[in-house]
């Protein structure tokens, strides 16, 4: 069910920081480091909340930088190559307590999830679901979880953002609400064009959030999604 009218106005940003197979060198790890502590760094100065996907949330030096920060959440970011088809619902459950512990609120997927996996994530309280990106954007609401496809990429080689992010909304007039994702390994990996995307995909946020639109993490968002559909109902 597409529930993107439901909540206006609002930003989500969402950072991956996960290294692919062919990215597990010591020095992409370092580079990953680096910029998961710039970007938090900048988060932090210009005071808006985000959503960072780790494959070990609250395990690490980068889960223990983001846990100094308290607007900022930290999800399950589930491998690429993981096939959530072999998970039953209580093989899920345990996965993600293994992996995040009891506190986990969100996660990030690359794959579309069955009803009995969207049911033990609901048990194990999980909110919110990020995809990477289909053909849908925005949110909905699949087995009763808020489903958040990214409608902002960056970086993004094609589009620069300082070309593109402001003439896409209209900042005096109401609109659904957006999911920003940015690839830290791209921004690691992609030299200085990419570091330059990501700070300005942040001031873009906090221009949208000067402007009067609200910027959230994705367990608040679903919150609030939450309220709004038993409120409509």
């Known amino acids: 069910m597409r529930l993107g009218g439901m909540l206006t106005n609002r930003l989500v940003i969402t950072i991956d920081l996960q290294l692919s197979a062919s990215s597990l060198q010591l020095a992409q790890h370092r580079r990953l480091h680096d910029v998961a502590r710039t970007l938090i760094d900048y988060l932090a100065e210009r005071q808006l909340p985000a959503t960072f996907g780790l494959s070990r949330p609250g395990y690490g030096q980068i889960a223990d930088w983001i846990a100094t920060q308290p607007q ?6 589930m491998q690429p190559s993981s096939d959530w088809r072999q998970w039953g619902g209580k093989g899920l459950l345990d996965e993600v307590r293994r992996l995040a512990g009891r506190s986990v609120r969100s996660v990030f997927t690359h794959a579309p999830l069955q009803q009995r ?14 995809s990477s990106g289909g053909a849908l954007q925005g949110m909905s609401q699949q087995h ?3 489903l958040f496809e990214p409608s902002i990429q960056a970086p993004k080689l094609l589009s620069r953002l300082t070309q593109w992010l402001p003439q896409r909304f209209d900042f005096a007039k109401p609109g659904p609400a957006q999911v920003m994702r ?3 390994e791209t921004v690691a990996n992609s030299g200085p064009w990419a570091a330059d995307q990501a700070i300005r995909a942040i001031d873009f946020a906090a221009r949208f959030r000067d402007q009067g639109g609200s910027v959230e993490t994705l367990a608040t968002c679903a919150h609030q999604l939450a309220q709004a559909t038993a409120k409509a109902a």
């Open 182 to 184: 940015i690839c830290g």
């Open 144 to 146: 009763g979880l808020a």
């Open 117 to 130: 996996q969207s049911c033990a994530l609901r048990s194990a309280g999980v909110l919110a679901i990020r």
């Open 72 to 77: 900022l959440e930290t999800a399950l970011l």
